[in-house]
């Protein structure tokens, strides 16, 4: 699946990842390849990707990983597009 993930000021990231849990209004939930299309509003929390990605340099201090080697990047709201395994997300 292809992730883009965008802020107001730049593309913190753009590239292959195996799955992204976000924390959406209704409560955390994972998507992985293949899911159906959705579109969801964000609240604050932790976006947290699975998979070997390379972030750059200026943008790594944004970015922690946790005790399972998943990529964290806390937000304070937002928005996702997921559709035909190009995941969006819009970060504040």
């Known amino acids: 699946m292809y992730l883009e993930i965008v802020s107001p000021e730049a593309v913190l990231f753009a590239g292959e990842v195996i799955s992204v849990t976000v924390p959406g209004i209704n409560g955390e939930f994972q ?5 159906a299309p959705i579109v969801s509003i964000l609240q604050e929390g932790e976006v947290k990707i699975q998979g070997e990605i390379q972030i750059e340099e200026e943008y790594k201090d944004k970015f922690t990983k946790d005790s399972n080697g998943k990529t964290i990047l806390h937000i304070n709201s937002g928005t996702i597009e997921l559709n035909d395994n190009k995941l969006i997300v819009l970060a504040d």
């Open 31 to 35: 998507m992985l390849t293949n899911h």
